[in-house]
């Protein structure tokens, strides 16, 4: 009896004693999210002072920043600058980025979210197979490994100097990671789902449509905010593709305040700040949706 109130009086000390390491190791993990919370708060920082820069700057006038602190605020503030941008055909410019950015998402979100739809539901076929291994080669070819025989299509094609000379290959540029990217978000969606909805007599286009697009709305919102940022900073294309100043984007129209001598940095960075304002409002739209479709991956 003796042995038994012993056996049990040493397993309860045994269960109710604290894992060796325990604080130890919660003490380490605190000490590693500090270290994170510090590192954080330091780019932050290094983030910040560049955006400070260019906002502060943008309300210069020339002399202003050549005699001043570069990160000092303006004693006369003014919006000369923004006055300037504008009157230069900011809003031409403007109209046409929006034009080549709205051309290219739509139509390459489109065609990559129904290809990546056809690879995942056929997955036994050869020829979905070969289709799905000719986008992921796509990523490997960098835009600017073929500008030339891009030049040499749109030529052939009488296209040169238009904007559907841009958003042609935009959109073929944006396709293979827009397909990379849907194909996994796609998989993920439980196959139960897709037999549940077939026995209830639904094709395959009210699959897609009712469920395959609602289930992959992060991937969606997440491909096209990525793909219109590589679209809407775009400068190769328009240099090469584009030869009109009617035809210019935002970021080839920042060569209007470059002179032959010097280059009116304060208008520019006014014109920088006007161009980052649609980013900023597409952010915030779309920052929920984006965030989620960027986490999904870790959170399984």
Known sequence: MASGTTTATRSTSTATRPARGGPVRAHKLLQLNWFGGAAGWVWLGIVLIPLY?????????????????????????????????????????????????????????????????????????RFLAGVN????????????????????????????DSLLALILPSVAFSIPLSVLVLTNFIRDVPKELF?????????????????????????????????????????????????????????????????????????VLASVVLTTLPIVLLYAIGRRQLLSGLTAGFSR
């Not at 291994?133 to 040169?160: E, K, N, S």
């Not at 100043?245 to 002179?259: N, V």
């Open 53 to 125: 820069w260019i906002v502060v700057t943008s309300f210069k006038d020339q002399g202003d920043y050549f005699t001043q602190n570069p990160f000092a605020l303006p004693t006369a503030p003014t919006a000369e600058n923004y006055r300037l941008v504008i009157e230069s055909d900011f809003p031409r410019y403007f109209a046409n980025s929006v034009i080549v950015t709205a051309g290219t998402i739509i139509p390459a979100v489109a065609i990559s979210f129904m290809a990546a739809y056809a690879i995942i539901r056929g997955a036994g076929s």
């Open 133 to 160: 291994g000719l986008f992921l080669m796509g990523l490997a070819i960098p835009l600017q490994a073929t500008i030339i025989p891009v030049y040499l299509l749109i030529i052939r094609m009488h296209l040169y």
């Open 195 to 267: 037999e549940s909805m077939r026995v209830d007599g639904a094709t395959e286009w009210d699959m897609l449509r009712k469920l395959a697009l609602p289930l992959t709305r992060p991937a969606l919102v997440t491909v096209s905010i990525y793909n219109g940022l590589a679209v809407w900073n775009g400068f190769l294309l328009p240099l090469i593709l584009t030869q009109s100043p009617d035809k210019r984007t935002l970021p080839l129209a920042l060569w209007t305040f470059q002179g032959q001598y010097s280059v009116n940095v304060p208008a």
